[in-house]
C-alpha cells in the first residue's frame, strides 16, 4: 500500500450556460484566433497591429489580450502557419508576422467553417422564431 497522499479532483463549478456571457467569450475566443489570421492574410504585421486590427475588423467584438495574442501566435508559428522576423519600428524591435501558405489555407478552411455556421445559425434561428410564432397563435 502506498505511502503518498491520495491525489483528490477539484470540482470545478459548471459553466452558466443561461449566462450570454460564458456564450460571448467562447465565441470570442474561437473568432479571435480566426481574424488573427484573416489580418495576416492582409499582409504582414506585428503584435500590436494584429490585435488593433482584428478589433477594428470586429467592430470590438474581438479584441485580443497579450496574454490571448502572444501564446496563439507562437502556436500558429510552431504548426507552420505563420513566420516571423524581427525588425527595428521607431526605433524599437518587434517582431513582424507573416501568414505561410499553410496559414493561407488554414484560413480559407476557417472562413469556410465560419460561415457553414453561420448559415447553420441563420437557419436555427428562423425555424425558432418560426416554432415561437406558432405556439403563440395556437393558445391550445
Given amino acids: 500500500m502506498s505511502k503518498e497522499p491520495?491525489?483528490?479532483?477539484?470540482?470545478?463549478?459548471s459553466p452558466d450556460f443561461t449566462d450570454r456571457a460564458y456564450w460571448a467569450g467562447t465565441i470570442k475566443m474561437a473568432l479571435s484566433r480566426?481574424?488573427?489570421l484573416q489580418v495576416l492574410h492582409d499582409g504582414p504585421a506585428h503584435g500590436y497591429d494584429?490585435?488593433?486590427a482584428v478589433e477594428r475588423t470586429t467592430n470590438g467584438c474581438c479584441s485580443p489580450s497579450e496574454g490571448a495574442l502572444y501564446p496563439t501566435l507562437r502556436e500558429f508559428e510552431q504548426g507552420g502557419y505563420v513566420t516571423s522576423a524581427s525588425e527595428v519600428v521607431s526605433g524599437r524591435e518587434r517582431k513582424?508576422?507573416?501568414?505561410?501558405?499553410?496559414?493561407r489555407d488554414a484560413f480559407k478552411v476557417g472562413l469556410e467553417a465560419w460561415m457553414d455556421?453561420?448559415?447553420t445559425l441563420?437557419?436555427?434561428d428562423r425555424a425558432a422564431a418560426a416554432r415561437d410564432q406558432a405556439k403563440g397563435a395556437c393558445r391550445c
Fill in 6 to 13: 491520495a491525489l483528490r479532483a477539484v470540482a470545478r463549478p
Fill in 34 to 36: 480566426f481574424f488573427v
Fill in 50 to 52: 494584429i490585435a488593433r
Fill in 96 to 103: 513582424v508576422y507573416t501568414l505561410t501558405d499553410k496559414g
Fill in 117 to 119: 455556421a453561420t448559415a
Fill in 122 to 124: 441563420t437557419e436555427t
